[in-house]
């Protein structure tokens, strides 16, 4: 599956941004779709995941202010950020686990859009 991530941009703090990325396949039984980070000299690092069952998990950073959800009709995950903090300019990237019947898991990586939180 190909990933296809846009949304990204130069916000103020306190502003808000919403992420898209775009899957080249069905989206509804994909087993974890996620968004990851990656802030400069840092390691990547979970920021929200989705499951096929839309069960969520968000990092501790960002509980409250983002919010992951997915479109199954328009194969698109999202990733709705609020109040946004300058601590949360990150490379951000799109994730999908696929598990097959019998098969390993395995991971698919969308590529990054820079998002900048600036004054």
């Known amino acids: 599956v190909q990933l296809q991530a846009c949304g990204g941009g130069l916000v103020q703090p306190g502003g808000c941004l919403r992420l898209?990325?775009?899957?080249?396949?069905?989206?509804?039984?994909?087993?974890?779709m996620a968004w990851y980070r990656q802030a400069p000299g840092k390691e990547r690092e979970l920021v929200a995941r989705?499951?096929?069952?839309?069960?969520?998990n968000y990092a501790d950073a960002v509980k409250g202010r983002f919010t992951i959800s997915k479109d199954n009709v328009k194969n698109t995950l999202y990733l709705q950020m609020n109040s946004l903090k300058p601590e949360d300019t990150a490379v951000y990237y799109c994730?999908?686990?696929?598990?097959?019947?019998?098969?390993?898991?395995?991971?698919?990586w969308g590529q990054g859009t820079l998002v900048t939180v600036s004054s």
């Open positions: 989705i499951g096929s069952s839309r069960s969520r």
């Open positions: 994730y999908a686990m696929i598990v097959a019947a019998l098969q390993p898991a395995v991971d698919y």
């Open positions: 898209s990325c775009a899957a080249s396949r069905d989206i509804a039984n994909i087993n974890v």
